[in-house]
C-alpha cells in the first residue's frame, strides 16, 4: 500500500473531481504553489497512483439501462482448463461494447456489468451476446434500479 498524506489526497480529490484542472488552478485551491504542486503530481505518477487521465461520460451519453450478470461456467472434462476457458470468457465480454465491467469470482463465476439504452435493447444484448456463450450452465441478471454509490462507472462505458 503506497502512503498518501494530506496534500497528495487533495490534490487527487481535486483531480478527480475535474482533470482538466491547471496546476495553477490547484495550486490556488490548496494554498500552496505551483512548484510544489507540478512535482507531486510528478510523483504520484512515477509511483503509479495516477495511471492515466481518462473522461467520464455525461448523463445523455451514458446507458440508462444496466444490470449485473453473474455467470457459472461448466466445468470442462479436463478441470485444468477451467481457468484457461474463465480467461477467454472473460477476455470476450470485455471487448463487446456494451460491457462496463468483467470480473471473475473465487468460485470461478464471472461477473459483468452491461448496459444500454432501453431494457428491450439490454434484453437482445444479453441473449444475442451473453447466453449464447458455450459451456454457460447458468446466467443470472440483476437489473439495477438504482445505485447509491458508484453510478459514474456508466460514464465509463467505451462502446461509443
Given at each position: 500500500m503506497i502512503y498518501l498524506d494530506d496534500l497528495d489526497r487533495a490534490i487527487l480529490k481535486v483531480l478527480k473531481e475535474d482533470?482538466?484542472?491547471?496546476?495553477?488552478?490547484?495550486?490556488?485551491?490548496?494554498?500552496?504553489?505551483?512548484?510544489?504542486?507540478?512535482?507531486?503530481?510528478?510523483?504520484?505518477?512515477?509511483?503509479?497512483?495516477?495511471?492515466?487521465?481518462?473522461?467520464?461520460?455525461?448523463?445523455?451519453?451514458?446507458?440508462?439501462?444496466?444490470?449485473?450478470?453473474?455467470?457459472?461456467?461448466?466445468?470442462?472434462?479436463?478441470?485444468?482448463?477451467?481457468?484457461?476457458?474463465?480467461?477467454?470468457?472473460?477476455?470476450?465480454?470485455?471487448?463487446?461494447p456494451n460491457v462496463l465491467l468483467v470480473a471473475k469470482t473465487e468460485d470461478e463465476r464471472i461477473v459483468a456489468l452491461v448496459?444500454?439504452?432501453?431494457?428491450?435493447?439490454?434484453?437482445?444484448?444479453?441473449?444475442?451476446?451473453?447466453?449464447?456463450?458455450?459451456?454457460?450452465?447458468?446466467?443470472?441478471?440483476?437489473?439495477?434500479?438504482?445505485?447509491?454509490?458508484?453510478?459514474?462507472?456508466?460514464?465509463?462505458?467505451?462502446?461509443?
Open positions: 482533470a482538466r484542472v491547471t496546476i495553477s488552478e490547484i495550486s490556488e485551491r490548496l494554498g500552496k504553489p505551483e512548484s510544489t504542486i507540478h512535482f507531486r503530481i510528478k510523483k504520484l505518477i512515477e509511483r503509479g497512483v495516477i495511471e492515466k487521465y481518462t473522461i467520464v461520460l455525461g448523463e445523455a451519453a451514458r446507458p440508462k439501462e444496466v444490470a449485473f450478470i453473474v455467470l457459472g461456467i461448466e466445468k470442462p472434462v479436463i478441470e485444468e482448463f477451467l481457468g484457461r476457458y474463465l480467461e477467454y470468457v472473460s477476455k470476450n465480454l470485455a471487448n463487446l448496459g444500454a439504452e432501453t431494457k428491450k435493447e439490454l434484453n437482445e444484448f444479453i441473449e444475442e451476446n451473453i447466453k449464447s456463450i458455450p459451456s454457460v450452465r447458468e446466467i443470472v441478471v440483476y437489473p439495477i434500479e438504482e445505485f447509491k454509490k458508484g453510478e459514474e462507472i456508466k460514464g465509463l462505458l467505451l462502446g461509443i
